[in-house]
């Protein structure tokens, strides 16, 4: 009976053993596959727009320069709404428009975009802020063959920032504004920025 019994917990002893080997490699093979195959997030099902065109007060001008504002809702097909900013004798062109963006819209963009029209060749640049802060991405150009068309410049949330950090690194929380900014443009000339959206995709 004592053997018996010995052998009996000889066998329970390789069986828990056996057990934790197993699991133990299942949840060393699962680590492994995740860190080369991170799960990908579903993307977004429809545009959220990062801007209200329809309330001047959520724009702020950041470069404290005199120019003009001016917002048309549209209510129908034929004009779209947009923002106006015309700058007289500047260098630069920084704006913000506030409104949150919550960390799960950002997680799951592949696109920050603006839809807008131009005056003059240039290059833009956009960010996104939580108390002054956040990342930013490579400018982007805008020939003698854009100008005057309405055009969307859109730019990979994961690629060509000028920090180079991977989105995990900044969405710690919800973020209060974005930020559209020029330069290398025709200072003698007026500068009319029209924008038509800015949304991520």
């Known amino acids: ?32 596959f995740v860190t080369a195959n991170p799960i990908k997030p579903q993307r977004l099902t429809e545009r959220f727009y990062a801007c209200d065109l329809n309330d001047i007060n959520s724009w702020v001008d950041v470069i404290k320069k005199p120019f003009l504002i001016s917002s048309t809702k549209s209510f129908n097909d034929e004009v779209e709404s947009h923002i106006q900013f015309t700058y007289k004798d500047t260098t630069h062109f920084m704006i913000q428009c506030k409104k949150r963006i919550p960390k799960e819209i950002l997680f ?6 603006i839809k807008m029209e131009v005056n003059q060749p240039i290059k833009f640049d956009i960010g996104i802020h939580r ?9 982007q150009d805008i020939g003698t063959d854009e100008i005057n068309n309405i055009i969307t410049l859109d ?11 991977k989105r995990l690194n900044w969405l710690s929380g919800d973020y209060e504004a974005v930020s559209i900014g020029a330069k290398e443009f025709d200072e003698n000339k007026d500068l009319i920025i029209t924008i038509y959206s800015v949304f991520l995709d």
């Open 108 to 113: 799951r963009a592949k696109t920050i975009n």
């Open 1 to 32: 009976m004592m053997y018996l019994s010995r052998i009996l917990k000889i066998n329970r002893f390789h069986l828990i053993n056996k057990l934790l080997v197993i699991i133990i490699t299942i949840v060393f093979t699962w680590t492994i």
């Open 155 to 165: 730019w990979q949330i994961d690629s060509g920032q000028v920090e180079q950090e």
């Open 131 to 139: 108390v002054g802060q956040g990342p930013g991405w490579q400018p």
